[in-house]
């Protein structure tokens, strides 16, 4: 399946851990979901046992563009969700979106508020420095 957009009253909505509004797109406002990327993101949820901060999903193309998005970001799909690291382990919390079919990590830790890009494309990538070992 491909890239969907919900609508309030016609579109099932399966994910109890997060809502149609946060996946919204932070520019139009359009809710692009795709749904195989989103059971990833609900089994990881079940996984972590707490609540992740999703930051940015969805983005239409102008919006992508405005905040410097990659030309072909897996964003513009709904493939990919930035999520906020505040009261997760990121080594464990990347061990577990691995787990679940996540193949593909940003690392933001010196952002103001840090953050892990994760989504399961199919040639794996990673950029961005660690982070920093809690220890």
């Keep these: 399946m491909d ?7 016609e ?28 059971d990833k993101l609900q089994a ?21 563009k405005s905040v410097g998005g990659a030309d072909r970001s897996e964003h513009l799909k709904a493939r990919a969700y930035d999520v906020r690291m505040a009261g997760h382990d990121p080594v464990e919390f990347e061990r577990l979106a691995r787990k679940v079919g996540f193949t593909s990590f940003g690392y933001y830790p010196y952002s103001r508020n840090p953050f892990m890009h994760i989504d ?11 982070f920093p070992s809690p220890n």
Excluded: Q
């Design 3 to 9: 890239l969907e957009f919900y609508v309030e009253g």
């Design 11 to 38: 579109t099932y909505w399966p994910w109890p851990n997060f809502t149609p509004h946060e996946m919204r797109c932070k520019g139009s406002g359009k809710i692009g979901f795709h749904r195989p990327s989103m």
């Design 44 to 64: 990881l949820r079940d996984l972590v046992g707490k609540p992740m901060h999703i930051t940015s999903a969805y983005r239409s193309p102008p919006h992508n």
């Design 120 to 130: 399961p494309r199919e040639r794996p990538a990673t950029w961005g420095p660690k």
